[in-house]
């Protein structure tokens, strides 16, 4: 393998050292509490000031040292993954521009600055998702445009009812009589950039990208920019009433429905994506809970170990003559063992495992929704969910990493690829200990402490193990010989939210584009239009032609008429 540095191996590295140079200045944040608003003022018209600001504090700077992280280490994936496209520069710049559009929504706390960095994600990221240029991608990249631009309409909105406060700074907001107008169109934009329900369909739309692309849209920069902006307004947001309660129900179905989605799917990428949803809801809900910094503490462990399993998957699908069915794979583990190493911790992290870094985050939330006063229909749907999330990603190792051998093609040279080693190994060790190191080192997540009885402490372990045993239990060898059933196509569609999202909107312009050709093209704009110009003229000419060739006597007597006239005319004058 030769080192020859490509455009993608220097982006790499610039994201690593960008990394480690901003990791001592992030802990030195962090340790005294510093909070750093800098602003510039553009200009100021009359009482109008337009202004630039940032902001530099503990929340900003470690999540643009995680971002950066990941961000590095899919670069150095993408430069052996992708190092057969002709377009691989191409994919560089979009990339880097993606990072920082959110990095430019991480630092500046102001709305109509922060909407550069919310349209920078939305429009890089249609960009990537259509970036094989075939249908199927062109109509995922249109289903997730569209559903982000209900995200950024509402934001527009939100900064027309910021200015009757005459400011636009998320840190200044105070109450007044359209505060909870505010707190619904924020709400609402992020829950389109996250996936609640019901804007949940273009996120596994979205798997049509790049398996690099995916690693990185859904693990710590686009879906997670809906989270990041709830955290930024959290403190106004919890003053509103029924606003816990409201996102609590909403994320929750989303993390019931991901859950019960992901049991039903045979695609590896769309499996990834579900259990995405439905960590983002465990987010959400640990939002609704009234703990942000719990919710960012599981966005940084999910980050780590997400990017990882898509980098493993990709690996998997490149291997396996870019299979992505988990029905057409078996014992890869026999044939990528380091590979199938780094899944199985990425695995074990979303499931919740003990000592692994989901585990430090999610079973804190789950702790916590049976300490607080919640209802006890939600925290059975909690539970059940989080049983779901170990069931599918056991059903994903057991078809794919320990089933019987279904045929596939292996190539077994990506195993000794260093950019590729490398790249699994960094986010690896970091899905190992970063749950660990962010506990004990980043913010105070647990202000209040709880105590529980044995049999609530142990409860998570339970549920998970009831996922394995289910799990193990429902799977069949002869799974791919089943039809689809009405069951089957509901729960695998989301619920119907799928093609609810995109059909009804595609009938109504069918129709709509039909009925205008045959009323307006096909009628009487023919007869007004430029077609029926043509005929007319076209049959007057045509007309006058026949005349002057069939009727020259017509014309002589004419002729002699006009004469005439002309002469008496004459004559009385």
């Not at 200009?43 to 940032?54: G, P, T, V």
């Amino acid at each position: 393998m030769n080192f020859n540095l490509k455009s993608s191996s220097i982006s790499s590295l610039f994201l690593l050292l960008y990394s480690s140079l901003l990791f001592p200045v992030t802990m030195m944040f962090v340790f005294q509490s510093k909070n750093i608003i800098l602003e510039w003022s553009i200009f100021q018209l009359s009482s109008c000031s337009m202004s630039f600001m940032m902001i530099l504090d503990p929340v900003s700077l470690s999540f643009s040292n995680v971002v950066c992280l990941i961000s590095g280490c899919v670069m150095m994936f993408s430069s052996s993954y992708m190092s057969h496209d002709p377009f691989l520069k191409r994919f560089v710049w979009l990339v880097m521009l993606f990072v920082l559009s959110m990095n430019l929504l991480v630092f500046i706390p102001s709305l109509p600055a922060l909407l550069l960095g919310w349209d920078g994600l939305g429009i890089v990221s249609f960009a990537l998702v259509i970036y094989y240029q075939n249908m199927k991608s062109l109509g995922a990249g249109m289903v997730t445009v569209l559903a982000n631009r209900i995200g950024d309409v509402m934001i527009l909105i939100s900064i027309g009812i910021l200015i009757l406060q005459g400011h636009w700074s998320i840190l200044s907001i105070w109450d007044f009589y359209l505060t909870s107008w505010l707190a619904l169109t924020i709400t609402l934009a992020a829950m389109t950039k996250s996936a609640q329900i019901p804007f949940s369909s273009w996120l596994p739309a979205a798997m049509a990208a790049p398996t690099p692309v995916s690693a990185l849209v859904h693990s710590s920069t686009l879906v997670t920019a809906g989270v990041f902006l709830v955290i930024r307004f959290f403190p106004f947001l919890q003053t509103i009433s029924g606003f816990k309660s409201t996102l609590l129900f909403i994320s929750v179905l989303t993390l019931l429905m991901a859950g019960i989605g992901a049991n039903y799917e045979n695609d590896l990428k769309k499996i990834i994506a579900l259990s995405t949803l439905s960590q983002l809801g465990v987010m959400m809900m640990s939002l609704g809970l009234g703990m942000p910094n719990l919710a960012l503490f599981h966005l940084y462990t999910h980050a780590l170990f997400k990017a990882l399993l898509f980098l493993c998957a990709g690996m998997f699908i490149h291997n396996s003559s870019n299979t992505q069915d988990i029905r057409h794979m078996g014992l890869l583990f026999l044939q990528s063992p380091l590979t199938t190493t780094c899944m199985n911790i990425a695995n074990l992290s979303l499931c919740g495992a003990p000592f692994l870094s989901g585990f430090y985050s999610k079973d804190l939330i789950l702790e916590l929704s049976l300490y607080n006063p919640t209802s006890f229909l939600m925290v059975l749907l909690i539970f059940l969910a989080t049983g779901m999330t170990v069931a599918y990603s056991f059903r994903l190792s057991f078809c794919s990493l320990w089933g019987s051998m279904k045929g596939c093609a292996f190539h077994e040279k990506q195993e000794l690829d260093p950019y590729v080693n490398s790249a699994t190994t960094i986010l690896s060790l970091m899905a190992v200990i970063a749950g660990f190191a962010f506990q004990n080192i980043f913010l105070d997540f647990n202000p209040l402490p709880f105590i529980l009885p044995m049999y609530l402490k142990l409860l998570t372990i339970f549920v998970i193990f009831s996922g394995i045993f289910i799990a193990f239990m429902s799977w069949d060898m002869d799974h791919n010989k089943k039809k689809m059933n009405k069951t089957k196509f509901f729960f695998s569609t989301m619920w119907f939210l799928a093609p609810i999202s995109t059909q009804p909107l595609t009938k109504f312009s069918m129709l709509l584009g039909t009925n205008i050709i045959k009323s307006i093209d096909m009628g009487w704009l023919e007869i007004l239009g430029g077609q029926g110009t043509s005929f007319i003229s076209s049959s007057v000419s045509t007309k006058n032609q026949s005349i002057q060739i069939k009727s020259f006597n017509f014309f002589i007597t004419l002729i002699l008429f006009f004469a005439l006239m002309i002469f008496f005319m004459n004559t009385i004058l």
